[in-house]
C-alpha cells in the first residue's frame, strides 16, 4: 500500500480488526520510509466477487479440459515412444 504522505511502497500492518459485523477489515498501517501512520478499510464487494467466480470457474474448468487434452496426447506419444524403443 502506498504512503499517504512520502508514496513510499513499503509499509507494516501495525493492527487488524473485523468491523461492521465482519462486512469489513480496518487497518492500522505505519510507512517504513517516513513513520507516518493511516487506516485503511477494506470491504468486499459480494455481488462482483459471485459473478466472478463463476466466470472464472467457466475459465478454470475450460482450462483443465484443454489441459487434459494435452496430458492425453502426452502419454499417448510416450507410449509409442516406449513401443518403439522396446520392440
Do not use: F
Not at 8 to 36: F, L, Y
Not at 54 to 72: G, M, P, V
Amino acid at each position: 500500500m502506498m504512503c499517504p504522505k512520502c508514496a513510499g511502497d513499503d509499509d507494516t500492518v501495525i493492527d487488524s480488526r473485523e468491523v461492521a459485523d465482519g462486512e469489513a477489515v480496518r487497518r492500522r498501517r505505519r510507512c517504513g520510509a517516513c513513520g507516518t501512520r493511516w487506516t485503511t478499510y477494506e470491504r468486499r464487494d459480494t455481488i462482483q466477487a459471485a459473478s466472478l467466480n463463476e466466470l472464472e470457474l467457466d475459465r478454470t474448468l475450460a482450462t483443465l479440459e484443454q489441459l487434459r487434452e494435452r496430458l492425453l496426447q502426452v502419454r499417448t506419444r510416450t507410449r509409442r515412444l516406449h513401443n518403439v524403443r522396446s520392440g
